[in-house]
Antibody
Framework: AVQLVESGGGLVQPKESLKISCAAS????????MYWVRQAPGKGLEWVAR??????????YYADSVKGRFTISRDDSKSMVYLQMDNLKTEDTAMYYC??????WGQGVMVTVSS | DVVLTQTPPTLSATIGQSVSISCRSS???????????LHWLLQRPGQSPQLLIY???RLESGVPNRFSGSGSGTDFTLKISGVEAEDLGVYYC?????????FGSGTKLEIK
């Protein structure tokens, strides 16, 4: 069965950095474009970052709200995807999920940015 | 990015009532490969989203058959035939035809 397990969340102050991770299993990870999607408290789902596969040169894309501050990466040998978040803002406070095509979801990881 | 307009924003239903949720796309979701990557998710209170329906009308394994999906092109519908108490939560449509993934704004189903 497909499984996605996010980790690494926590409470940080504005302008600080945090790196969250997602461990994937149950599917051919190297063949899948991966996303980070977030959900602010009481709000809907919003895509944050996307990374394509090796044949597509691991191309990365970002929502305008995080461009220049967040970096998505992947390690196909470990079936892991990461999100490095720098210069965090209070509006980045959200539950962060990784997903492939929106089919499968993990439990998410909470990131709270507050002074 | 593709915009998904989901209606209504809230639904109040009694047990056993049938309800429908609409999801309209700003552009056709028919992929060049012939598939339509429009899915429906349910997020129960305090839980992560779960897949109900994928590719417009395919029922995810383990999902009760009171859930059904239909539509094509830009107009899609999720129907619940006989709401049960466990169906409360927020329903989202999501499209994967045109990167990036985009989501409808959600429909909150309340049980009267």
């Amino acid at each position: 069965a497909v499984q996605l397990v996010e980790s690494g969340g926590g409470l940080v102050q504005p302008k600080e950095s945090l790196k969250i991770s997602c461990a994937a299993s149950g599917f051919t990870f190297s063949n899948a474009a991966m996303y980070w999607v977030r959900q602010a408290p009481g709000k809907g789902l919003e895509w944050v970052a996307r990374i394509r596969t090796k044949p597509n040169n691991y191309a990365t894309y970002y929502a305008d709200s995080v461009k220049g501050r967040f970096t998505i990466s992947r390690d196909d040998s470990k079936s892991m995807v990461y999100l490095q978040m720098d210069n965090l803002k209070t509006e980045d406070t959200a539950m962060y999920y990784c997903t492939a095509g929106g089919y499968n979801w993990g439990q998410g990881v909470m990131v709270t940015v507050s002074s | 990015d593709v915009v998904l307009t989901q209606t209504p924003p809230t639904l109040s239903a009694t047990i056993g009532q049938s309800v429908s949720i609409s999801c309209r796309s700003s552009q056709s979701l028919l992929h060049s490969n012939g598939n339509t990557y429009l899915h429906w998710l349910l997020q129960r209170p305090g839980q992560s989203p779960q897949l109900l329906i994928y590719s417009v009308s395919r029922l995810e394994s383990g999902v009760p058959n009171r859930f059904s999906g239909s539509g094509s092109g830009t107009d899609f519908t999720l129907k619940i035939s006989g709401v049960e108490a466990e169906d409360l939560g927020v329903y989202y449509c999501v499209q994967g035809t045109h990167a990036p993934l985009t989501f409808g704004s959600g429909t909150k189903l309340e049980i009267k």
